[in-house]
């Protein structure tokens, strides 16, 4: 399916971008505690003053040690349109105390983010603890408007991705996967996201006809079992006729066609026994519909004394005609031993009747599959092609959050930082750069920070690369390829190019690249080697500057 007309990157005919692809992603999408700040910093004169903020997270999801950045798109498409209506402006001042001054609310009326720039890591990267995917700068009472919703609209967007990419590198490249999880998932939005972030961390397909409208992702489905059972006879086919693909000749009885292929086939396998006639005229009907195109659910019934049978009469009756069918799908069962012994009847055929290729027929499995059962799968040894997969995936089961944060490091040029008892959760702070630094293999060694002012990291050069709190923790590092990682999104009204926002398939591209180049221990299941974050010397030495300088001392009595 081509994209759709309204492309999810294309610019309106003024030249403008878009508005997020959820109406419900506007300002008032965020929490309170955002408005009463912004209003606090205003009575405070304190608005305007220019704060620097770094989006990132503190650990990667689902055990693993990586993650697949996503969501930067729809946080350029919310900036790019932020702005408060009057009707939005009225309910932020029936939200807030009584006494805030009517001032403050003709300052959100005249408010948008022209003065605000953004650097972000480009949208389907690999990305790390700590590092910053976003580096948001601009008026402090702004920016801080933006958290909430940059913070909703990558969280559950990198979430899904990652999990997408786990998926992925369990089934193999070979593998098509389909996601089919809008049932499940949580509300419409989380639907849609989900399939766009599906599609983006590798899969293939999507069963989500929105979907596949808004961002031209490819759409696969069949029928359900409703479909099946929704037949009680043959009797029920009134039109038995079916022109050849052709259009040389029309088969007048394509149910007697079916029939003679079905008494053809319980010979050949030993078998005597009736297959379900409801079922049969199930597949038959579809076949109609779908001549050329043919999937049948076969486990209504039985899939081996009947689904497969009946599947197998209609398809060689439809190659009869010159159409060829697309295969089956197993949604229940033992799926190993189903689908091996599916490709053995379909290999029987073949053989047995010359007709090339029924044994390479698409083999789909579905039926709540996840991670696990992937795995076990692949161990047990299968003859699948396709898995459809849905709740676990969309709903990201095995994990609920990805736990991104947004946190001020530097405010009219003085550098910030946010002091824990728990290590992790220590900002690192002042404005930064990002690096990602290559090794002769060509996989990545490490990603480093730097404070903004440091000369970046040279091909060849030797570079100390530390850990940000372990004084013990550090290593040299001379890289073969240096990436520098923030690129300029959005530069409001400074006078700097745009980066520009790629579409969703180079987006899906990148990401399965950055897998493809990460070093096969970063990646595994089980165990994974820690990817190294680090930062250079000068900045190490300055976090525990400011973090000793900012720490309270006590007293011993």
């Avoid at 205003?42 to 969501?71: I, M």
């Avoid at 709540?368 to 161990?379: C, G, H, Q, R």
Wanted: with cysteine.
């Amino acid at each position: 399916m081509e994209a759709a007309k309204n492309n999810n990157n294309e610019r309106t005919s003024n030249g403008s971008i878009h508005g997020p692809t959820n109406p419900m992603v506007t300002p008032l999408l965020n929490d309170l505690y955002q408005f009463t700040m912004a209003y606090a910093y205003w009575k405070a004169n304190k608005h305007q003053e220019r704060a620097v903020f770094d989006l990132y997270f503190r650990k990667n999801p689902f055990g693993g040690e990586y993650t697949v950045f996503s969501g930067l798109e729809e946080c350029i498409r919310f900036i790019a349109n932020f702005k408060l209506s009057e009707d939005e402006i009225d309910f932020v001042r029936q939200s807030l105390s009584p006494s805030c001054e009517d001032a403050f609310f003709d300052y959100l009326r005249g408010l948008d983010c022209s003065d605000v720039e953004v650097y972000a890591i480009p949208e389907g990267t690999v990305v790390f603890p700590k590092i910053p995917l976003l580096r948001v700068e601009g008026p402090v009472a702004a920016v801080q408007l933006l958290e909430t919703p940059f913070v909703n609209l990558i969280n559950f967007a990198s979430l899904v991705s990652t999990n997408a990419a786990r998926h992925r590198k369990v089934a193999g490249k070979s593998k098509t996967l389909l996601e089919f999880g809008l049932r499940r998932a949580q509300g419409p939005d989380g639907g849609i996201s989900a399939s766009k972030y599906c599609y983006i961390g590798g899969f293939d397909a999507t069963s989500n006809v929105a979907a596949g409208k808004l961002f031209g992702i490819p759409l696969r489905g069949t029928h359900s079992h409703a479909f099946v059972s929704s037949y009680m006879s043959l009797d029920e086919i009134t039109d038995r006729s079916l022109r050849r693909k052709d259009g040389s000749s029309t088969c007048e009885d394509f149910v007697s066609l079916v029939q003679t292929w079905l008494s053809k086939i319980q010979l050949l396998n030993g078998v005597f026994g009736e297959t379900n006639q409801s079922e049969l005229a199930a597949f038959i009907s579809y076949a109609f519909a779908f001549p050329d195109n043919f999937l049948a659910l076969v486990d209504t019934y039985d899939v081996m004394r009947s689904g497969i049978p009946n599947f197998c009469a209609v398809a060689l009756a439809l190659g009869d005609l010159g159409y060829k069918a697309g295969g089956i799908r197993l949604d229940s069962g033992d799926l190993a031993y189903l689908s091996c012994q599916a490709r053995k009847f379909f290999c029987s055929i073949e053989k047995e009747f010359g007709v090339p290729g029924f044994g390479k027929l698409i083999i789909t499995a579905s039926n709540d599959l996840n991670e696990e059962t992937l795995d076990a799968l692949n161990k047990q040894g299968h003859e699948v092609d396709a898995f459809g997969i849905g709740t676990y995936l969309v709903t990201c089961y095995a994990q609920a959050a990805l736990g991104v944060v947004f946190k001020l490091v530097d405010i009219n040029n003085q550098p910030r930082i946010k002091l824990s008892e728990d290590v992790s959760k220590v900002s690192i702070p002042c404005k930064k750069r990002s690096y990602r630094l290559y090794g002769k293999e060509g996989y990545p060694l490490v990603d480093i920070m730097t404070g903004e002012d440091e000369p970046p990291p040279k091909v060849g050069e030797r570079i100390l690369c530390r850990h940000p709190f372990q004084e013990s923790k550090r290593a040299y590092v001379v890289p073969q390829r240096v990436e520098e990682l923030l690129r300029c999104y959005w530069p409001g009204n400074l006078d700097k190019k745009l980066e520009p926002l790629p579409p969703l398939k180079e987006i899906r591209e990148r990401c399965i690249n950055q897998l493809e180049q990460m070093r096969p221990d970063h990646m595994r299941k089980l165990n994974p080697t820690p990817y190294k974050v680090s930062v250079s010397a000068k900045l190490y030495e300055f976090i525990h500057f400011l973090w000793l300088n900012e720490a309270p001392v006590g007293e011993l009595q």
